[in-house]
C-alpha cells in the first residue's frame, strides 16, 4: 500500500470556495489520503457542504475525519490537526486553495526518492477570487537548497513559497522529531502558522525545490491582508510576529551558535520591519530605538539610512516617489 499522506485543511465560513477545494481533493492520483477537515466555528454552510464531500471522499477509498470547532483561528484547529494526523507524509492546505490531480502524487514521489529530505516545495500559482484568472507566481524553479542559514533569511524575508503551504509537504517522522513534544502549535490570530510548522524541520533536515506547479492560491480582495490597518495594529501585529519567531527560537533542536545566530536575525528583521511600518505611516515613533539597536546589530547598512532619511524628512520620500513614478511611466 503507498504511504499514507495526511492533510490538515482548517477552515472557517468558507462555503464559497469549498467545490473547488474538494473536487481537486477527489480529483487527485495519489491513492492514499487522510483528509482532517477542521470547521473553525463557521456560520455559513461549510459543515453541510463538509459533511456531503466527505461521503464522496470516503467513497473514494480516502479517510475522512471531521471537527468542529468554536472559532478560535487557524492555528489552534491545525492543533485539533496535528492531534490526530497519522500519514507518513505530512500537509496543511486552506479550504480556499485548491490543487492539479498531480500535485500529492507529485510530492510523495520527490519524497520517497530523496529519503534524506524533510521538506519539499513546489511551485504555486496566484489566483484571483473572482474568475481564477492568474495573476502571479510564487516561487522560482529550479533552486535546490538544503538546511542553510541562507534558507532561514529567505523565509524571514517573505521571499519563500512555504508561505503557500498548498505546495509543500513533509515527512511526518522528520517533523515530529523537530517540532515541541507535545505537538502544537501557538494560536495568535494576527499571523499565520507557517512560521512556526516550516522553521524547526528547515533548520534540521534539508529542504528541496521542485518546478512543478503543485498549488493555486487565492487572493481575496476583502481579506485582512488587504484591509487597511491602523499604525498602531501594524505595530501589534509585527509586536506579535517577533514575539511568536523568538519563541520558535527557543524551542529549536540546535546547537547554541545557531540558535544565537538565529535570535540577530529576528532582532535585524523586526528593526527593518518597523522602520518599513515608519516609513509607510510617515511616523517616527520609537525611530532613535530603532536605529540604536541596528546599529548595536551591525545592520544598520545604506539601505536602512536611506530610509531613516525618508522618515525624518518627508519630503525626501515625496521626492524619490515622484522621480519613480516619472522613470516607470
Request: glycine fraction near 6%; aromatic fraction near 12%.
Amino acid at each position: 500500500m503507498p504511504k499514507l499522506v495526511s492533510i490538515i485543511t482548517p477552515c472557517y465560513n468558507g462555503e464559497k470556495y469549498l467545490t473547488r477545494y474538494f473536487e481537486s481533493i477527489l480529483s487527485q492520483t495519489y491513492p492514499n489520503v487522510e483528509l482532517i477537515f477542521v470547521n473553525d466555528g463557521s456560520t455559513d454552510g461549510t459543515e453541510k457542504m463538509a459533511i456531503e464531500y466527505g461521503e464522496k471522499i470516503i467513497a473514494k477509498g480516502y479517510k475522512f475525519v471531521y471537527f468542529y470547532q468554536k472559532n478560535a483561528g487557524q492555528s489552534a484547529a491545525i492543533n485539533q490537526g496535528l492531534k490526530v494526523f497519522s500519514g507518513e507524509y505530512l500537509n496543511w492546505t486552506d479550504s480556499d486553495n485548491y490543487l492539479p490531480a498531480h500535485s500529492i502524487e507529485t510530492r510523495v514521489t520527490f519524497l520517497d526518492n530523496h529519503p534524506e529530505a524533510g521538506l519539499v516545495i513546489g511551485r504555486s500559482a496566484v489566483v484571483d477570487d473572482v474568475d481564477y484568472n492568474q495573476i502571479g507566481l510564487i516561487q522560482e524553479t529550479g533552486l535546490n537548497r538544503t538546511r542553510t542559514r541562507q534558507l532561514a533569511e529567505d523565509f524571514l524575508k517573505g521571499q519563500m513559497s512555504c508561505t503557500c503551504c498548498c505546495s509543500t509537504m513533509v515527512r511526518s517522522s522528520m517533523f515530529r522529531d523537530a517540532m515541541p513534544d507535545p505537538l502544537q502549535i501557538e494560536t495568535p490570530r494576527e499571523i499565520g502558522q507557517n512560521y512556526q510548522l516550516f522553521f524547526p524541520i528547515m533548520f534540521k533536515y534539508p529542504t528541496y525545490y521542485i518546478p512543478d506547479m503543485l498549488g493555486y492560491y487565492i487572493v481575496h480582495q476583502d481579506s485582512h491582508s488587504h484591509t487597511r490597518k491602523t499604525f498602531e495594529q501594524k505595530l501589534h501585529i509585527q509586536d506579535v510576529a517577533t514575539e511568536t519567531l523568538s519563541s520558535i527560537t527557543g524551542r529549536l533542536k540546535v546547537d547554541e551558535n545557531e540558535r544565537d545566530w538565529f535570535k540577530a536575525k529576528i532582532a535585524e528583521y523586526d528593526c527593518k520591519n518597523r522602520l518599513d511600518i515608519l516609513q509607510h505611516y510617515q511616523e517616527t515613533k520609537h525611530l532613535s530605538e530603532i536605529v540604536q539597536k541596528m546599529k548595536q546589530l551591525g545592520c544598520y547598512d545604506s539601505t536602512a539610512k536611506k530610509m531613516v532619511l525618508k522618515i525624518r524628512y518627508p519630503f525626501i520620500k515625496r521626492l524619490a516617489d515622484f522621480v519613480w513614478s516619472k522613470k516607470n511611466k
